[in-house]
């Protein structure tokens, strides 16, 4: 119970500072900002938690095992809502195609209404602008290249696929 | 004591052993789909957390409602987890970011924007898409129209939008507002 209790409040305190930051004045890096928060929040909280024990009310961890318990279910929170941000953050093409025929309802859309969404290749130039942010790609004259964090994205993605014999996808 | 760190590991195992299931489910039989095969992986780890659960309940002296509590805690850690690695799996499927890299990387001198706009060109990425609509039968294709099929896509793709709207206050990352 106190695992429980500790954990969601301090996770609650992180995911509703991410909110109200976000509101004011979003961040360039979205990743970063967010893993930044959840992890000064729960470095905080471990703070408190070590000078006050038992603050008013609240059950809190209070041995080696409990914090750990603690620490696994508070990250593996933020692993899951960090992966679930990437998705949030940009548009996803198949989404849009979904809804875009969504509004064409029984009629049905046509190949030529559903290109629109692709006009003037946004996605293309969305991701590029975010991979140079990110540090994933670097500009060399007029050619972008990988960085080495960007090939290090790469093969942790096509790791597994490769075990799993997938051929690449996009 | 003991009690405790067998909860501390079932979200652990019960991770190990999707990831298992997962692997065997799609190279025994690919013709299931990644998808399919993500989904039976978190369901058989997810037996292993609530048989963990029970047989802690069974067999300690804790109580049933600090058992409820294990379980919540174990059950939330445990999708987390599972849904970070359905991500992962998942995300070379689709992602143009991971794709793109694959083809710098294999380019001897890197690409220029033009080049890369031109192997992302508008029609290749819409018919790589509405390919793999059509046959996960998201959409349906007759008499040179499409139309929406299975409607789970069009539900998560609304609740993505809702959701947008209330963490990052626009429905899409090409309007500044909604």
């Given at each position: 119970m106190k695992v429980l209790y500790w954990t969601m409040l301090n996770y609650a305190l992180a995911f509703m500072f991410h909110m109200a930051w976000w509101r004011v004045f979003p961040p360039k890096k979205h990743t970063l900002a967010l893993l930044e928060i959840f992890f000064l929040f729960y470095t905080i909280g471990c703070i408190v938690l070590w000078k006050?024990?038992?603050?008013?009310?609240i059950y809190t961890p209070n041995s080696i095992p409990e914090f750990i318990y603690s620490t696994i279910f508070y990250f593996s929170m933020v692993f899951g809502y960090v992966c679930f941000y990437s998705v949030l953050e940009v548009d996803s093409p198949g989404l849009m195609i979904v809804n875009t025929t969504a509004k064409y309802g029984t009629d049905g859309a046509t190949m030529d209404d559903l290109s629109v969404i692709f006009e003037n290749n946004p996605f293309t130039d969305s991701r590029i602008g975010h991979m140079e942010l990110d540090k994933l790609v670097y500009k060399k004259r007029d050619k972008y290249l990988p960085t080495p964090k960007g090939l290090f994205l790469m093969k942790l993605i096509t790791f597994y696929r490769d075990l799993l014999g997938i051929q690449k996808g996009g | 004591m003991n009690t405790l760190y067998t909860e501390m590991m079932t979200p652990l195992l019960g991770m190990a052993l999707f990831i298992s299931a997962q692997f065997i489910v799609f190279r025994l039989s690919?013709?299931?789909g990644l998808f399919t095969s993500v989904i039976v992986g978190y369901f058989s780890g997810l037996s292993l957390v609530v048989a963990i659960q029970l047989y802690c309940l069974l067999n300690s002296s804790i109580e049933v409602i600090d058992c409820a509590a294990y379980f919540a805690v174990n059950v939330v850690a445990y999708s987390s987890m599972g849904y970070g690695f359905f991500v992962y799996v998942c995300l070379g499927e689709t992602a143009i970011r991971i794709r793109m890299l694959v083809e710098l990387n294999a380019s001897a001198n890197g690409l220029s924007k033009e080049e890369i706009m031109q192997l992302y060109g508008k029609e290749k990425m819409l018919a790589i898409r509405l390919n793999r609509l059509t046959k996960g039968g998201q959409l349906i294709f007759k008499d040179g129209r499409y139309f929406i099929g299975n409607r789970f896509l069009l539900f998560v793709s609304k609740l993505i939008i809702i959701l947008k709207l209330i963490i990052l206050g626009k429905k899409s990352e090409f309007n500044e507002t909604s």
């Open positions: 006050f024990p038992t603050p008013i009310g | 690919p013709s299931v």
